[in-house]
């Protein structure tokens, strides 16, 4: 199994920066993409950015200029980097995975635990 740990969120004010990271340990045998998603009270989790393993990136239009995600192989580290922040960037977010635990396993979605990102004056 893949177990992700996520670290960074808190309380920040409207146009403050925040990094979120995510390290994922466990049985791993091939990381591919990774990313984050985020879900605010009452409302679907959506999308925030993904990265691939050899690093093209998407996200969300409502975060695209302000945000950005990048990750480190070796370290099987995904950091998202949250700049201009906005009282609606307010949410839990959820770093995830698309990984491959052992050699012939099947691809397999894994999801931290979330992190609490609140955006308040």
């Known amino acids: 199994q893949v177990q992700l740990v996520e670290s960074g969120g808190g309380l920040v004010q409207p146009g403050g920066s925040l990094r979120l990271s995510c390290t994922a340990s466990?049985?791993?045998?091939?990381?591919?993409?990774m990313g984050w998603y985020r879900q605010a009270p009452g409302k679907q989790r959506e999308l925030v950015a993904t990265?691939?393993?050899?690093?093209?990136?998407n996200y969300a239009d409502s975060v695209k200029g302000r945000f950005t995600i990048s990750r480190d192989n070796a370290k099987n580290t995904v950091w998202l980097q949250m700049n201009s922040l906005k009282p609606e960037d307010t949410a839990v977010y959820y770093c995830n995975a698309i990984a491959v635990a052992r050699s012939g396993d099947i691809e397999r979605n894994y999801w931290g635990q979330g992190t609490q990102v609140t955006v308040s004056s």
């Open positions: 990265i691939r393993s050899g690093g093209s990136t």
């Open positions: 466990g049985s791993i045998f091939r990381l591919n993409n």
